[in-house]
Nanobody
């Protein structure tokens, strides 16, 4: 069982930045692929970014490429999502997720409870 707890969401103006954090339980954190997804009101959940267990590989949705950066600190069992140049369309609940294997893309095995990000215009 893996428990994931997100933090760092909030309200920011367009063009601003936020950094989300996701603290994970488990002594084998470095073996998990980790990802972020988001869900806006009235829309389906969509993939945002993911990172491999040792951080060597990352993938991004086209909509965030060049603006968002995913990273991880295995010593702290934490994954981050640095979000720059935020746009109103980035407004959503952001979820941290993990795969027990090496696959970076969804579907994921475990999910956090989500953190709200609101970007005002």
């Amino acid at each position: 069982q893996v428990q994931l707890v997100e933090s760092g969401g909030g309200l920011v103006q367009a063009g601003g930045s936020l950094r989300l954090s996701c603290a994970a339980s488990g002594r084998t954190f470095s073996t998990y692929a980790m990802g972020w997804s988001r869900q806006a009101p009235g829309k389906e959940r969509e993939f945002v970014a993911a990172i491999s267990g040792l951080g060597a590989r990352t993938i991004y949705a086209d909509s965030v490429k060049g603006r968002f950066t995913i990273s991880r600190d295995n010593a702290k069992t934490t994954v981050y999502l640095q979000m720059n140049s935020l746009k109103p369309e980035d407004t959503a609940v952001y979820y941290c997720a993990s795969n027990l294997g090496s696959r970076l893309s969804p579907p994921y095995d475990y999910w956090g409870q989500g953190t709200q990000v609101t970007v005002s215009s």
